[in-house]
């Protein structure tokens, strides 16, 4: 069985791969600066007045009220996830992060398209293997006859 001499490759790839992702994750480290933060916060919050728009693209005078407040607790020492749980309490109603958490039963948004991705590669690997490995079919006389018998069928 061939797929057995290739196994190790594909286990080596998806080591790799994780590797890559957990890096990547890790090494994207936040904004540096008070106003980088706020800039970064100001993204994952919506406008409570527009429609699809950041708190931090849109020019409403809710939006901008909603930056002065980001950048009070900023300054105040405040962590991004804190800010966020702030601002979307007092908007309680209207849901104003872009966001969704990564944590607790909301990480299933972050996580679920993943495992849908993983497994639906995998029944595509399985079902080109069946069909690779899946008997030469040769057409038998009867076959022939009804192709020949639905071609003179045709004709008429």
Known sequence: MSWLKRWPA?????????????IGVARAGGPRTNEERV????????????RSES???????????????????????????QIRAFINARFQ????????????????VWVLPVVALVLAAGGLVVAFRKWRLAPDTVP????????DAARHANEV
């Open 140 to 147: 038998t006389d009867d076959d022939r006859a009804l192709v």
């Open 39 to 50: 800039e970064a916060i100001a993204k994952t919050i919506k406008c409570p007045v527009c």
């Open 10 to 22: 594909w286990l080596l790839m998806a080591v790799v791969l994780a590797a890559a992702l957990t």
């Open 93 to 108: 109603d209207q849901g104003l992060l872009l966001v969704p958490p990564t944590s607790g039963v909301d990480s299933l």
């Open 55 to 81: 708190v931090f693209d849109s020019k409403a005078d809710a939006s901008q009220n909603i930056r002065d407040e980001i950048a009070r607790q900023v300054a105040a020492g405040r962590s991004d996830d």
